[in-house]
Nanobody, 119 residues
Framework: QVQLVESGGGLVPVGGSLRLSCAAP???????????IAWYRQAPEKQRELVAV???????DYSDSVRGRFTISRDNSRKRVYLQMTSLKPEDTGVYFC??????????WGQGTQVTVPS
C-alpha cells in the first residue's frame, strides 16, 4: 500500500499563505500517478473533512470553505501532491492529512501536519 507523508504545516497569521506537501517516498511513479489523492483536515473537536482532491487525470475539486483560496496540484515525477493555501483564516486551523480515498475509507491515516492560524 502507498505510504503518504505530509509536511509544510506551521503557524501563519490571518491572511497568510502556506504550502503543504504530500510525498510518497516508497512509491514509484508508475504506481503513484494513477492514484486519486485528497487533502483532509481535522479541526479541534471536529470531524475530519475533505478539503481538496486531485484525480489521476488532474481534475480538481474543493470544499466550499476553501474554494478560491486553496489550490491542489501534483507532480508525478516527484511523487508529490501539494496544497497551496492563501488568505488563511482561523477556521483553517487543524491537522491536515493527505490520503487516497480508498485508504481514507479503510481508516488508514498518516501523522498529518499541523496548521495554526491564530485569531
Amino acid at each position: 500500500q502507498v505510504q503518504l507523508v505530509e509536511s509544510g504545516g506551521g503557524l501563519v497569521p490571518v491572511g497568510g499563505s502556506l504550502r503543504l506537501s504530500c510525498a510518497a517516498p516508497r512509491s514509484i511513479t508508475s504506481t503513484f500517478s494513477p492514484l486519486n489523492i485528497a487533502w483532509y483536515r481535522q479541526a479541534p473537536e471536529k470531524q475530519r473533512e475533505l478539503v481538496a482532491v486531485i484525480t489521476a487525470d488532474f481534475e480538481k475539486d474543493y470544499s466550499d470553505s476553501v474554494r478560491g483560496r486553496f489550490t491542489i496540484s501534483r507532480d508525478n515525477s516527484r511523487k508529490r501532491v501539494y496544497l497551496q493555501m492563501t488568505s488563511l483564516k482561523p477556521e483553517d486551523t487543524g491537522v491536515y492529512f493527505c490520503n487516497t480515498p480508498i485508504r481514507a475509507k479503510d481508516g488508514y491515516w498518516g501523522q498529518g501536519t499541523q496548521v495554526t492560524v491564530p485569531s
